[in-house]
């Protein structure tokens, strides 16, 4: 995946996101993803996404992604991304692993921390 594939696929996800649509965020998460953030360690994309929809109960909720990147490194079997989020009020940093599965391109771990 190439830096410019990573952030179209981080586009798409910014998206769905935004328009309430939490399935679309996810499905660009692998079968296996590892997500670490407030909430503690989720593993696998249905794990993930009831952790979102149990913080997010509706499309509303989840109000505006913004996101930005910070940087990037990228090789053939991955592209790593550091970015800054933010919803509303709140935002933080996350460091994205995006690789290829048999689904192809799919985010693989997402560490996220709120802050400055």
Same mark, same amino acid.
């Given at each position: &995946?190439?830096?410019?594939?990573?952030?179209?696929? #981080? *586009?798409? =996800? @910014? /998206?769905?996101?935004?328009?309430?649509?939490?399935?679309?965020?996810?499905?660009?998460?692998?079968?296996?993803? @590892?997500?670490?953030?407030?909430?503690?360690? *989720? %593993?696998?994309?249905?794990?993930? /996404?009831?952790?979102?929809?149990?913080?997010? $109960?509706?499309?509303?909720? &989840?109000?505006? $992604?913004?996101?930005?990147?910070? =940087?990037?490194?990228?090789?053939?079997?991955?592209?790593? =991304? @550091? %970015?800054?989020?933010?919803?509303?009020? /709140?935002?933080?940093?996350? $460091?994205?692993?995006?690789? /290829?599965?048999?689904?192809?391109?799919? #985010? =693989?771990?997402?560490?996220?921390?709120?802050?400055?």
């Amino acid at each position: &995946m190439s830096d410019p594939e990573a952030r179209g696929a #981080l *586009a798409a =996800q @910014v /998206r769905a996101w935004n328009d309430g649509d939490l399935d679309g965020f996810c499905a660009w998460l692998a079968d296996d993803t @590892v997500r670490v953030g407030a909430s503690g360690v *989720a %593993v696998g994309r249905a794990a993930v /996404r009831a952790t979102y929809a149990a913080a997010y $109960l509706t499309p509303a909720a &989840m109000g505006v $992604l913004a996101v930005a990147v910070v =940087q990037v490194t990228a090789d053939a079997a991955q592209v790593v =991304q @550091v %970015v800054r989020w933010g919803v509303g009020a /709140r935002g933080g940093h996350a $460091l994205l692993v995006w690789a /290829r599965v048999a689904a192809g391109w799919r #985010l =693989q771990w997402d560490a996220t921390v709120a802050g400055p």
